[in-house]
């Protein structure tokens, strides 16, 4: 079974960048697709990029954001530049299993969930 780990949340300034890595083990990241999703305090789990042989983003952070694997390390990233404070969430990757890549039904595998919050 495929278990992951996300890291590297915190508090971050507006304007400001961070990197979040996941972890994954049990399973080779090159012989995936993934996908991340943020879920904001009261508001449903949304879909944020996707990585198969291209990526998709949202549209709220298609142009900052940047997802990747790092099959080096077998972890899956996402950069984040130019944050708002509307990108305070609770960050989640997971595994993809097939059909829509931007509903959480395609996913069949998640990490536990790591908090960024950007505020001055």
């Known amino acids: 079974q495929v278990q992951l780990r996300e890291s590297g949340g915190g508090l971050v300034r507006p304007g400001g960048y961070l990197t979040l890595p996941c972890a994954v083990s049990?399973?080779?990241?090159?012989?995936?697709?993934w996908g991340w999703f943020r879920q904001a305090s009261g508001k449903e789990r949304e879909f944020v990029a996707h990585?198969?042989?291209?990526?998709y983003y949202s549209d709220s952070v298609k142009g900052r954001f940047t997802i990747s694997r790092d099959n080096a390390k077998n972890r899956v990233l996402l950069h984040k530049i130019s944050l708002k404070p509307e990108n305070t969430a609770n960050y989640y990757c997971?595994?993809?299993?097939?059909?829509?890549?931007?509903?959480?039904?395609?996913?069949?595998?998640w990490g536990q969930g790591n908090q960024v919050t950007v505020s001055p």
């Open positions: 990585r198969s042989w291209t990526t």
């Open positions: 049990g399973g080779v990241t090159g012989n995936f697709d």
């Open positions: 997971a595994k993809y299993k097939g059909r829509l890549y931007s509903k959480t039904s395609a996913y069949d595998e």
